[in-house]
């Protein structure tokens, strides 16, 4: 059989997928399969990287968002020369591969983005896209494009089934955002069958209504040159993102071609052998690549490292006729942040006037963005409520609305709480950037799956949550959280904040700036707090520490944000009648957690009875506290007094759960341990 060597490279990624897959016994061979004319298209024909270096700032970003086809994406990888050697594709889906069973930004080299919960990719290549627009329209100067890499994608239907994806591609239309290129991968098949089951909608009009250019491609398994011609129309149209519908056969060439049968499970070797067979490969052997599609690739690579070194020498003019803005640049991507920017964080003593605590999250946001620049961040409709905005910033728009520019670093996502988590990711995925958004507490719920994706992929992503307990009031138990922050304390590599005062909202960015691979929930009061004796910007790092104590302590009462201060007076009613209570603030159970055995015990002392203060849920609680003032069951609607005083979260109830707790221990004789982990 005589193939171009284009077709000879198609089909050995067919043949491929199904080894890889079947080497497993576990995956997707379908949509590689299908996928397969495409992938090569961008890979080979326009797609700018280096595989020595995959993070060339200007390279053109790749995300596959249907992630359970990753065999396609490594196979890929491997091809083009990144460090994905064959082992690695025969070691698929196995133990601490750097070819897990879907795409992890952290594994594999040249993965720009963690994908497989589906929606996400193409949200998130959103928030690459306009990370493009920000910094070329931030940096670039006549005769300096150091910025203008294009983000590809591939999708299928079930990306385009997920809420996440509507809400971003709706925004990503209205941005305009030009060098966005997604390529549909319409084969009409989910796990359940035919799409004609769920999802009959018109795709096409879909888009067009958003303000996308769209293109079909109607035969996407063989007609190489229809998607190339697409492809380069759509990087011709700069004032919209274009979506390419290319109709694909899933599981092309397989016997069961077409069906649900060839999406989730390997094929069989007898269907493996006549595959191979019919696309001119020896049906026995394995892993099998011709060296002329070796070298097919290993052309487009040199080219990509000509393209990097063209850009680095086009840089290094740059730093000569623009040496600030370079310096900025190569600060930004190496991950540092300003010199001395901690100086900027709000300071405050007692007297100072009581103050909510998303309002002084507004001063520090305010006061950061004069000495952060790559701190950029939005809301999702909620400005006014959330105060993320402070007042010199420009909105990220598209010129023509005259509503802003792409050099604006506030974005207004609209109510589309989880497209906005989703596009965060994507924007701290392209590099350099710091993004936070905000909603309140509650709603960080409709948004979780990315919220959980930016602690997988070690993102440090900020979430700005007011409204943070009953304490919001009468909107009531709808937007009142109980137990969200039991979810995000129970998160691996997420920091929860829940801070008491302006000095603690000041050492809560204080602490999620400086932890560069973690994201932080920062967990916001609607109502005034006062500024308490004894706390400081510095011990937030810790967590914990001990906000005012006493001598001989018999008690002691731990709490977060607005009942810190609640703690405060209770411990003062308490030594008024003889008890010596210690107050412990805790803004922060993680880094709490994190701290030496022996600091932690010297703020939660053994043998002394903790009580935990918080206007949530008492859950998680158990591991600091013998007992518990909070919520068990879902808040009300009322004004914040008549709320506090109904679930006993008053200074009165305290107290009298004191007694009761120290007669209790009294009685019994001793005071257990809590918190231990063994």
Known sequence: MVQSVDQRAINTVRCLAADVVKGANSGHPGAPMGCAPM?????????????????FVNRDRFVLSNGHGCALQYIMLHLAGYD???DDLKNFRQLDSKTPGHPEVNDTPGIEVTTGPLGQGISNAVGLAAAEAHFAATYNKPGYELFNNNTFVILGDGCLQEGVSAEAISLAGHWKLGKLIALYDDNAITIDGSTEVSFTEDVLQRFQACGW??????DGDNDVTAIQKAIEE????TDKPTLIKVKTTIGYGSLNQGEEKVHGSPLSDADIKQVKEKFGFNGDEKYSVPQEVYDLYAARAEYGAKVEQEWNELFSRYKTEYPAEAAEIERRFNGKLPEGWEAALPRFTPSDAPVATRKLSEGVLTALSEVVPELLGGSADLTGSNLTRWKKAVDFQHPSTGLGDYTGRYFRYGVREHGMFAIMNGL????GNI????TFLNFLTYGWGAARLSALSHFRVIYVMTHDSIGLGEDGPTHQPIETLVLTRATPNMLTFRPADGNEVSGTYLAALENAHRPSVIALSRQNLPQLAGSSIEVVRRGGYVLQDAENTQLILVATGSEVSLAVDAAKQLAAEGVA???VSMPCTELFDEQPEEYKKSVLVPGVPIISIEALSTTGWERYAHAHVGMRTFGASAPIKELYKKFNITVEATVEKSKKVLAYYQKVGYV????LDF
């Open 39 to 55: 992938a090569h298209v961008l890979f080979h024909k326009f797609m700018r990287y280096n595989p020595k270096n995959p993070k």
């Open 581 to 583: 209570t210690r107050v």
């Open 435 to 438: 993004p936070f958004g905000g």
């Open 84 to 86: 994905v050697t064959m």
């Open 213 to 218: 250019h769209t293109l079909v491609v109607s």
């Open 234 to 237: 759509a990087k011709s149209v």
């Open 672 to 675: 257990p341990e809590v918190g």
């Open 428 to 431: 701290t995925a392209y590099g």
